[in-house]
């Protein structure tokens, strides 16, 4: 029911286009806005009761792989190559329509950061919200397929250990790993938001300190993206990385991870895919922020380089040096972030697979 009043309402009023926000970048000359296509997901169904799947390509616009990767599977499904025999699947091709027109990995904000819905939508993002956490409520288990820019190996995002705690309760974490060796990936990562929002709290205590009120990026679960807000509904969701962003490999990677997604749920009546062994578990630890703009890396460090403790990780401006504090990898690095925001972050050997 509220999925189809919103999709109907954003049909309607028309006015999701380029440029109709403020905060997008206006020119003088005069040109007619394109128009945004409308949201948009496909749903397949079984004749056979299954599990409620729900795949979803470009959260980030210029990660295109899980868009191609997906489409592929849906003309496999169209043309009959491939039947769904049970349960159900939803494909959302293209999850944030301005940002995948744009080309760019957001539209007016990152839609994997504090997702939910609001009664007062202000950016294109919190419409897509509106529209989108309805329809993963319906579904039991996400697949959010990603990109990453600098070169490196495809990786599963996995959320918590089973937990009663407060901010990321669980109790699937079993069948998240049961998918997470089967999706053709070597490297698992556990780790997200307890470390985003230990992240957030140092953050907030430094701002208090300094007499700056809080805004939005200092709420706890400000990590909150599609997976976070799956698993906040009762399901269980992976986050795929696929690869580089413009890595003709990726949308493969998207592909067939999909298929072994179908296969291993029952969905489809191919073989069970096999497991990837050894499997190289990571747990994110600490996320740590620059302090001033003009903190530097002592290298051009790229996500998953291992650390050493004692390595000489960057300088900060005073010439205060970082060390890695204990043996693991560097996960995240951004040698462009600003003052007071995420540096890079710390990952340590998890044995969880
Ligand atoms: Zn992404």
């Known amino acids: 029911m509220m999925p189809r009043l919103l999709v109907a309402r954003s049909a309607a009023d028309g006015g999701l286009q380029l440029g109709d926000n403020a905060a997008m970048p206006s020119t003088d000359t005069a040109q007619a806005p394109a128009p945004l ?3 948009k997901s496909v749903r397949y169904a079984g004749r056979a009761p299954g599990p409620r799947l729900i795949v979803t390509g470009a959260v980030h616009g210029n990660e295109t792989c899980g868009t191609r990767g997906i489409e592929r599977v849906m003309a496999d499904l169209d043309s009959g190559r491939l039947v769904l025999q049970a349960g159900s699947v939803t494909f959302v091709p293209i999850t944030n329509a301005k940002a995948y027109v744009l ?3 957001a539209g007016d904000r990152n839609l994997n950061r504090a997702l939910q819905p609001t009664a007062e939508p202000r950016e294109f993002e919190d419409h897509v919200a509106n529209w989108l ?9 996400l697949l959010d397929l990603h990109s990453f820019q600098s070169p490196g190996r495809a990786f599963v995002m996995v959320g918590p250990r089973d937990n009663t705690g407060p901010l990321e309760p669980f109790a699937h974490a079993a ?12 490297r698992a990562v556990d780790g997200w938001l307890d470390t985003y929002a230990t992240g957030v709290a140092r953050r907030r205590a430094a701002a208090e300190a300094e007499g700056r009120s809080g805004t939005l990026d200092l709420h706890p679960r400000y990590g909150v993206g ?15 990385e696929c690869g580089q962003n413009d890595d003709p490999q ?15 749920l029952g969905l489809t009546a191919e073989a069970p895919p096999p497991v ?13 922020d620059k302090v001033h703009n003009d903190d530097a890396f002592a290298r051009p460090w790229q996500s998953f380089d291992a650390l050493r403790a004692g390595d000489l990780i960057g300088t900060r401006a005073n010439g205060e040096a970082v060390h890695a504090p204990h043996d ?3 996960v995240f690095p951004n040698p462009r972030s600003e003052a007071r925001q995420e540096w890079f972050y710390l990952a340590r050997a998890s044995g969880r697979f």
């Open 37 to 39: 296509p409308p949201f």
């Open 103 to 105: 080309g760019r990995r």
């Open 133 to 141: 956490c309805p329809l993963l409520a319906e579904h039991e288990v």
């Open 175 to 186: 069948d998240e790993e049961a998918l997470a060796r089967r999706l053709g990936v070597g």
């Open 226 to 240: 599609t997976t976070e807000y799956m698993r906040s509904q009762g399901g269980w969701a992976l986050t795929l």
């Open 250 to 264: 990726s949308p493969e990677v998207a592909y067939a991870a999909i298929r072994q997604t179908l296969a291993h």
């Open 276 to 288: 990837v062994s050894p499997m190289e578990a990571l747990s994110l630890v600490d996320v740590i």
């Open 328 to 330: 693991g990898w560097i």
